[in-house]
């Protein structure tokens, strides 16, 4: 998939395929191609992070994951996610955008990969650059949802949520 200039990862952090629709432990039908359009990625298959290590003079220990909104029918990944990825780790947090896939009828599939990207973080922590039990999740609009979502009723608790303008309804 090439993203336009303003999504692309920069080239010092490092990305992480989770599992795509035929390994994952659910599927959501979906079968590609991924696609981009003014800033938004649309029918998500593969489940990424994309990690931005914390500033090394300000770590905080803390590491969280990002998950960008979009109405879970595309992810807004650029501002939602790699922006507000770039500001935590300038300011000390550890944060991986999860690129996480569209639920297309399947409500559990965008939770599974909040999940699976907990448990990556949690693994992954001192490797890293910071505590596993310091492990939160972050997100805007849907992806506020899948945040408290997460911390809410998954077996793989994060930390800490922060929900900014979380869609507060399954409707």
Same mark, same amino acid.
């Given at each position: 998939?090439?993203?336009?200039?303003?999504?692309?990862?920069?080239?010092?952090?490092?990305? #992480? !395929?989770?599992?795509?629709?035929?390994?994952? +432990?659910? /599927?959501?039908?979906?079968?590609? +191609?991924? %696609?981009?359009?003014?800033?938004?990625? @649309?029918?998500?298959?593969?489940?990424?992070?994309?990690?931005?290590?914390?500033? &090394?003079? !300000?770590?905080?220990?803390?590491?969280?994951?990002?998950?960008?909104?979009?109405? @879970?029918?595309?992810?807004?990944?650029?501002?939602?996610?790699?922006?507000?990825?770039?500001?935590?780790?300038?300011?000390?947090? %550890?944060?991986?955008?999860?690129?996480?896939?569209?639920?297309?009828?399947?409500?559990?599939? +965008?939770?599974?990969?909040?999940?699976?990207?907990?448990?990556?973080?949690?693994?992954?922590?001192?490797?890293?650059?910071?505590?596993?039990?310091?492990?939160?999740?972050?997100?805007?609009?849907?992806?506020?949802?899948?945040?408290? /979502?997460? &911390?809410?009723?998954?077996?793989?608790?994060?930390?800490?949520? #922060?929900?900014?303008?979380?869609?507060?309804?399954?409707?």
């Amino acid at each position: 998939l090439a993203l336009a200039a303003a999504l692309t990862a920069p080239a010092q952090i490092k990305v #992480v !395929k989770l599992w795509d629709n035929a390994t994952a +432990p659910h /599927s959501n039908g979906a079968a590609g +191609p991924e %696609t981009e359009k003014k800033g938004a990625v @649309y029918n998500t298959v593969d489940t990424e992070l994309f990690i931005y290590p914390a500033a &090394g003079d !300000k770590a905080t220990g803390q590491g969280v994951v990002v998950c960008p909104g979009g109405g @879970y029918h595309n992810l807004a990944i650029g501002y939602e996610g790699h922006d507000m990825a770039r500001w935590l780790a300038d300011h000390g947090t %550890t944060a991986a955008v999860l690129k996480y896939r569209m639920p297309n009828g399947h409500c559990e599939v +965008p939770r599974n990969d909040a999940e699976q990207a907990l448990r990556i973080l949690r693994e992954h922590a001192a490797a890293w650059g910071y505590d596993a039990s310091r492990v939160g999740i972050v997100g805007s609009s849907a992806g506020g949802h899948l945040a408290a /979502s997460t &911390g809410t009723i998954s077996d793989e608790k994060p930390a800490f949520m #922060v929900l900014f303008y979380p869609v507060i309804t399954a409707e």
